[in-house]
């Protein structure tokens, strides 16, 4: 919960700098940079740490790092605003049922399980590389055999 509410903070807070735009304009082309600027800033911080992490483990690894930076964009145009998230943290902890989920609530739960694949839905329109497509439309799946970038993925995601 802790953890939870230092997220809310950091995201009510959250800022790009310029190495971040340099590091963006390294692995990001023009048509996947418009995809990530539509993210919520909170979600762009958030997916830039995760990339800063992954190219920590994988320095190499273009398609983790370009997966990292891109593995939430399914939220784009989605109403998981802070505030909402929390709300979503809340009713998955008091186990509320969608009958009783007030609209706003459903939309954002819906955002919350199908991001991953929305995501991956929008860069297959754009072509991206098998490896990165498997990561984004997977990276809040337990157990995926053979990717081995997806547990450096998975560990920076729930790190930020
Ligand atoms: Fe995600």
Do not use: W
């Not at 993210?39 to 273009?62: M, T």
């Not at 939430?72 to 109403?79: A, E, L, P, R």
């Amino acid at each position: 919960m802790i953890y939870r509410v230092k997220q809310f903070f950091q995201g009510l807070t959250a800022k790009l700098y310029e190495e971040d735009l340099h590091f963006i304009n390294q692995y990001l082309t023009s048509q996947e940079q418009n995809l990530f600027f539509q993210l919520r800033k909170s979600e762009q911080r958030h997916s830039i740490n995760v990339a800063y992490g992954c190219k920590i483990d994988a320095p190499n690894n273009l398609a983790l790092i370009k997966a990292a930076l891109l593995h939430d964009v399914g939220k784009i145009g989605s109403n998981l605003t802070l505030i909402n998230k929390a709300f979503v943290v809340l009713s998955d902890k008091m186990n509320l049922k969608p009958s009783v989920m007030p609209s706003f609530l459903k939309e954002a739960m819906y955002y919350k399980i199908n991001h991953a694949k929305l995501g991956y839905e929008l860069l297959l329109k754009l072509g991206l590389q098998e490896k990165v497509l498997v990561l984004v439309k997977n990276h809040h799946k337990e157990n995926i055999a053979n990717v081995k970038e997806m547990e450096i993925l998975q560990h920076y995601d729930n790190l930020y």
